[in-house]
């Protein structure tokens, strides 16, 4: 079994930057593939990023790609979403997430096992 905490959301202003980190705690990272997902009010849940155990790859939505990077650290069991030139848009309940089969990386929210309770990020305008 495995456990996902984020932390490091807020309240922004558009332009501003966030680092969101997601710790895991009952099982090693080594070998999963990790994911983002923002869900806004009424939407549904929606891919932001993911990467795969060993960092070597990774796959951005593409209303994120050139502003977020996801980035994971197994010796620390934490994964980290680094947003930068945050928009209104942007505004969500962020949650990360863990895949324990193959391929890695999917951006099919039903393709990931292990999920985080979420953190709210707000971007005001």
């Known amino acids: 079994q495995v456990q996902l905490v984020e932390s490091g959301g807020g309240l922004v202003q558009a332009g501003d930057s966030l680092r969101l980190s997601c710790a895991a705690s009952?099982?090693?990272?080594?070998?999963?593939?990790l994911g983002w997902f923002r869900q806004a009010p009424g939407k549904e849940r929606d891919f932001v990023a993911a990467?795969?155990?060993?960092?070597?790859?990774?796959d951005y939505a593409d209303a994120v790609k050139g502003r977020f990077t996801i980035s994971r650290d197994n010796a620390k069991n934490t994964f980290y979403l680094e947003m930068n030139n945050l928009k209104p848009e942007d505004t969500a309940v962020y949650y990360c997430?863990?895949?324990?089969?193959?391929?890695?990386?999917?951006?099919?929210?039903?393709?990931?096992?292990?999920w985080g309770q979420g953190t709210q990020v707000t971007v005001s305008s």
């Open positions: 009952g099982r090693t990272m080594n070998s999963y593939g």
């Open positions: 997430a863990a895949r324990i089969t193959n391929p890695p990386i999917t951006r099919r929210t039903a393709g990931y096992t292990y």
């Open positions: 990467i795969t155990w060993g960092g070597s790859s990774a």
